[in-house]
């Protein structure tokens, strides 16, 4: 008999102004790759993004706050480069922040809607 | 000057199993349009959905839990009409509760990033 995989609460937490989502899962996971590789393209192959939508929510992400989240180096050395701002670090950490909170919060409640799922 | 709407967080809270969402921000909502109206396609009508669609995801969760959410009567004198089950009264319960967790739990960190964004 075939077990079912074991039932998760994920929170896709959304900060929305208007339509535009300011941040979300996909553009923090975005940021993280971007801070970990040094280049737009390389988090969007990682994440499976083509290069004009990563480069979109990066823009995104950049309109929608006081200070751009990522740079983009566009000539010299680095040329293609890309990294987090302090502010970007900032929001990605206080995103990741804003995740943990939500899990820790749900932990009994969850553990009671739990109680209602068919056995795995 | 024309002002953005202010930023909001929404919880987007989802119940998982596999790839499969047991519960989520559209089954919660439609759970709670059923519920209200009686009947599958109204609470599909306002939501938006197909009939189709909003059957579907009836059937996902019937599927996914010990008992039905939803039961639907197919004849006698409340032909056509759908009405929560124990079970889904407290499924809905027990989500909103955990929206409500996860908003309240993230209040102060919320503050933080929203000092972040450019000004509204």
Avoid: C
């Avoid at 083509?50 to 992400?61: F, G, I």
Wanted: proline fraction near 4%.
């Amino acid at each position: 008999m075939k077990r079912s995989p074991e039932a998760r609460l994920l929170p896709r937490l959304r900060v929305m102004r208007g339509s535009t989502i300011l941040l979300g899962p996909g553009k923090a996971d975005l940021l993280e790759a971007i801070g970990r590789l040094g280049t737009i393209r390389d988090a969007a192959t990682e994440l499976g993004l083509s290069y004009m939508r990563a480069w979109n929510l990066v823009q995104t992400m950049n309109d929608g706050f006081r200070e751009p989240l990522v740079i983009v180096h566009r000539g010299g050395p680095t040329r293609g480069g890309a990294e987090l701002t302090a502010t970007g670090h900032a929001a990605l950490t206080l995103y990741r922040e804003l995740e943990s909170e939500a899990v820790d919060a749900t932990k009994k409640t969850w553990t009671k809607l739990r109680k209602l799922f068919r056995d795995t």
